[in-house]
């Protein structure tokens, strides 16, 4: 059995690497384009017109090379200052629909969400480092965005 050195040579390894946020946030589902009853019909229970609420679960995924000097794909302490930016400091304990003037017209679905964070994420990350933003609205409903 052969043992690596752990010297790489000029081979280049890319690494996934993901910070968990956790965030809490109240939203109506309610769409401009459609009328009340359409709302109703299409959103249902989420649709009600005091809202509710969810402990939101953010996994934020960057792919890169792990750099031969750090050993880091990015340093995970850096993509916490970006996550406490761009989620937690807009997103946490709010009224996503009233507090956050994104979701003026656009529905707070968690797809939406998902949109939202990656776009903001794409801003203050270093370049062509964002994989993926992963979101669980709740235990069961999951939502992927990898930006395409
Ligand atoms: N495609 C989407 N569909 C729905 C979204 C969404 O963001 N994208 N969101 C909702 C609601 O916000 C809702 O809060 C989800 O509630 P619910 O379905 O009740 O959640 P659970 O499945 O976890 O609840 P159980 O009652 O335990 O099944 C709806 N649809
Ligand atoms: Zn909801």
Redesign the pocket.
């Known amino acids: 059995m052969s043992v690596s050195s752990g010297d790489h040579g000029a081979a280049e390894r890319i690494g996934y690497i993901t910070r968990v946020q956790s965030f809490s946030a109240c ?1 109506r ?1 309610h769409s401009i384009h459609l009328n009340e009853e359409e709302n109703k019909k299409v ?4 649709n009600n017109p005091n809202g ?1 609420g ?1 402990n939101y679960k953010v996994e934020v995924t960057v792919r890169g090379k792990i750099d031969h000097l750090t050993g880091m794909v990015m340093n995970l302490t850096d993509l916490k200052k970006c996550i406490e930016e761009v989620i937690m400091v807009p997103l946490d304990h709010k009224n996503l629909d009233r507090d956050v003037p994104y979701f003026a017209n656009v529905v ?6 998902a949109v939202y964070i990656w776009d903001n994420m794409m801003k203050a990350l270093p370049p062509n480092l964002l994989y993926e933003i992963k979101i669980y ?5 999951v ?1 992927i965005y990898r930006g395409e």
């Open positions: 939203h589902l959103y249902g229970k989420c509710h969810h707070s679905t968690t797809e939406n969400v609205e709740t235990d069961k409903n939502v």
